[in-house]
T-cell receptor, first 115, second 111 residues
Framework: EAQVTQNPRYLITVTGKKLTVTCSQN?????MSWYRQDPGLGLRQIYY???????DKGDVPEGYKVSRKEKRNFPLILESPSPNQTSLYFC??????????????FGQGTRLTVV | KNEVEQSPQNLTAQEGEFITINCSYS?????LHWLQQHPGGGIVSLFM???GKKKHGRLIATINIQEKHSSLHITASHPRDSAVYIC?????????????FGQGTRLTINP
């Protein structure tokens, strides 16, 4: 089954404690991205990756890191989480090659609370 | 002004009604996505459009590139269509490949 898998689904952590949210897709998609969703602000893009070892900032990259060492995985790293990073996070992937783009597949979401 | 504007923000209708949700954008795009988010939070892609019209079951999506406008239509609406519908555009300004989202339209279909 084609899917994007995020883990964990729920996480409560303390300010400053490094954490990683994993994202994995089984569709051989080139394009992967991370979004956060906040009430009144909607979905905003954090980082995206066009392919292995190619990443770029979205609209709200501050406080986040990503890596794309393998095509299937795109982890989101919070080196020193702060309360303003409390949010609902989504990972997504799609084919995006030589100007051809397909529908996006989203992970189930990770609800992060930083206290 | 947001790059992507949806209207209406909220819509309540009776089962069976024809529903239209609109999306206008101000940037150059390579594609437009319509997404559905149910109360549980999960997001599902409904359509990806770069031109013309697409149909899937009771859902129809159209895009007018010249007018920078897209519509999502639901025929014979049903309470299970109640969800937030989100328009997103692939912004190609300066070679970037960002996805920019509208604020969403909350649709409620009453039986």
């Amino acid at each position: 089954e084609a899917q994007v898998t995020q883990n964990p689904r729920y996480l409560i952590t303390v300010t400053g404690k490094k954490l990683t949210v994993t994202c994995s897709q089984n569709m051989n998609h080139e394009y992967m991205s991370w979004y956060r969703q906040d009430p009144g602000l909607g979905l905003r893009q954090i980082y995206y990756s066009m392919n292995v070892e190619v990443t770029d900032k979205g609209d709200v990259p501050e406080g986040y890191k990503v890596s794309r060492k393998e095509k299937r995985n795109f982890p989101l790293i919070l080196e020193s989480p702060s309360p303003n990073q409390t949010s609902l996070y989504f990972c997504a992937s799609s084919h995006h090659l030589r100007g051809v783009e397909t529908e996006a597949f989203f992970g189930q979401g990770t609800r992060l609370t930083v206290v | 002004k947001n790059e992507v504007e949806q209207s209406p923000q909220n819509l309540t209708a009776q089962e069976g009604e024809f529903i239209t949700i609109n999306c206008s954008y101000s940037v150059g795009i390579s594609a437009l996505h319509w997404l559905q988010q149910h109360p549980g939070g999960g997001i599902v892609s409904l359509f990806m459009l770069s031109s013309g019209k697409k149909k899937h079951g009771r859902l129809i999506a159209t895009i007018n590139i010249q007018e920078k406008h897209s519509s999502l239509h639901i025929t014979a609406s049903h309470p299970r269509d109640s969800a937030v519908y989100i328009c997103a555009v692939r912004d190609i300004i300066q070679g970037a490949q960002k996805l920019v989202f509208g604020q969403g339209t909350r649709l409620t279909i009453n039986p």
